[in-house]
């Protein structure tokens, strides 16, 4: 007999206040994201042997990019009208949330470009390494949505569902449905789309073998997963109810063929022959130094 495991959520988003400041948990996901990201991303720049003011120049051109393009995502790709109307509230209504990651990612991608030209760097070679920070914080920032109690999902008979009690203050606990913690699904796919992209950069050096691969991976599981996830989500628009596939699916499907594409490319070519890294000559030095003594 499997027990009900039905999850009573009524999490305070509110970390703690300031006056009539808020520090939220969503925007503390945010900021953690973004710094494991510029952490990791110095990571990579120092394993492959790169001076120090290209990590450095990565929070302009690749964190900044990513934040506006969010904010931009969401205005313009969910609440058009209203924006479009108030511009102003794209700014003054930051406080409020309203963040989409597509919009994220084409933010992303203009700055990684941007970012590339400025270090004189191969693009594809800023796409490939990006994706692994872009994995692990995706993972992060939909638990700040979880902790908003906002992108849920459809109404289910699942022992693992959640009653998100903030969404149905005026009914009783036994009223409320037991909706798809759908945040969960993702943060747990975008995990194990990191996990991948982890051992393709540092155990089969994709990185530097098959420029492009890493790129086009993580498109198609960040993407793929959101795609086949929106099904058992509810609509975040009143627009979308009558539409077939709604604004998050359709958004997805060019990212999922610019990565079906980006990873044939990739591995259609001849690997690459490439010098060992920084840390692996020294290694080696070290081991030669220590057999003639």
Not at 35 to 61: A, K, N, T
Not at 195 to 218: C, S
Not at 270 to 291: D, F, I, Y
């Amino acid at each position: 007999m499997i027990l009900p495991m039905t999850v009573v959520w009524d999490f305070d988003p509110v970390l703690f206040s300031i006056g009539t400041f808020d520090i939220r948990y969503y925007g503390l996901m945010w900021a953690l994201a973004i710094l494991g990201g510029m952490l990791f991303f110095d990571r990579v720049c120092r394993r492959e042997g790169l001076p120090q003011q290209v990590s450095e120049s990565i929070f302009l051109y690749g964190i900044l990019a990513t934040v506006l393009g969010a904010r931009l995502g969401h205005c313009l790709f969910y609440e058009p009208g209203y924006f479009l109307t108030h511009p102003w509230a794209i700014v003054t209504g930051f406080r409020n949330g309203g963040m989409a990651s597509h919009g994220a990612a084409i933010g992303l991608l203009i700055g990684l470009w941007l970012f590339s030209r400025k270090n004189r760097l191969p693009y594809v070679w800023s796409l490939d390494r990006i994706m692994i920070p872009v994995a692990i914080g995706g993972a992060i920032v939909r638990l700040g949505n979880l902790f908003n109690s906002e992108i849920v999902g459809c109404a289910t008979e699942a022992s693992w569902g959640f009653k998100f009690v903030r969404l149905y203050r005026n009914l009783p606990l036994e009223q409320i449905p037991v909706q798809h913690p759908t945040q969960i699904y993702e943060a747990l796919c975008y995990v194990a789309v990191f996990v991948v992209l982890a051992i393709l950069y540092y155990g089969r050096d994709m990185g530097r073998r098959h420029p492009g691969v890493m790129f086009g991976v993580g498109l198609i599981g960040i993407f793929l997963t959101r795609f086949l996830i929106e099904f058992v989500k509810m609509e975040q628009e009143s627009f979308e109810q009558n539409m077939l596939l709604n604004m998050g699916q359709l958004l997805s499907i060019p990212f999922v063929l610019l990565g079906v594409w980006s990873v044939w490319s990739g591995m259609r070519r001849t690997p690459l022959s490439l010098p060992s890294l920084p840390e692996e000559r020294t290694a080696g030095r070290g081991t030669k130094q220590r057999r003639t003594k």
